[in-house]
């Protein structure tokens, strides 16, 4: 399960590092793709993919729009390893994706983790502070 908020740096080759509260998630492999509804990637164990995988693919394959969208998420994933100091390589396709520069911003949101440049992270959390702190609609809307 991927929890909390860690800040890092991406380092001259593109490799940040994990940190140690999910590692043990992460040995089997890791996956990374875009994200979607905002600008940031998915960091996926092995098997958190897998799940993920078959979710997509049981959607009718008839429907255009479930082509698009596996075409354009599976086409961005890349699987990566960490090396032994516990680091992974973000390819650059995903950097320049996710508008990272340096500063990362690595957030768990439970079966999987997002990785998010710290700019559009700031950004994001400040909205997304706005509209939950004091608002009870939105969480009635939500189920709560």
Known sequence: ?????????LDKKGRMFVPS????????GIIISKG???KCLFL???EGWVRWQ???MSLPLTKKNTQRFARWFFSSACEES??????????????????IKKEIVLVGVSDRAE????????????KADGQFLGQDTTLEELGF
């Open 54 to 56: 078959e979710k997509i």
């Open 82 to 99: 960490m090396d032994q100091q516990g680091r992974v390589k973000i390819p650059q396709n995903l950097i320049d994706y996710s508008a």
């Open 115 to 126: 990785i998010w440049s710290k700019e559009e992270w700031e950004n994001y959390y400040k």
């Open 21 to 28: 509260k999910f590692r043990e998630d992460l040995i089997k």
């Open 44 to 46: 996926f164990s092995r």
């Open 1 to 9: 399960m991927f929890l909390g908020e860690y800040h890092r740096l």
């Open 36 to 38: 979607f509804g905002e």
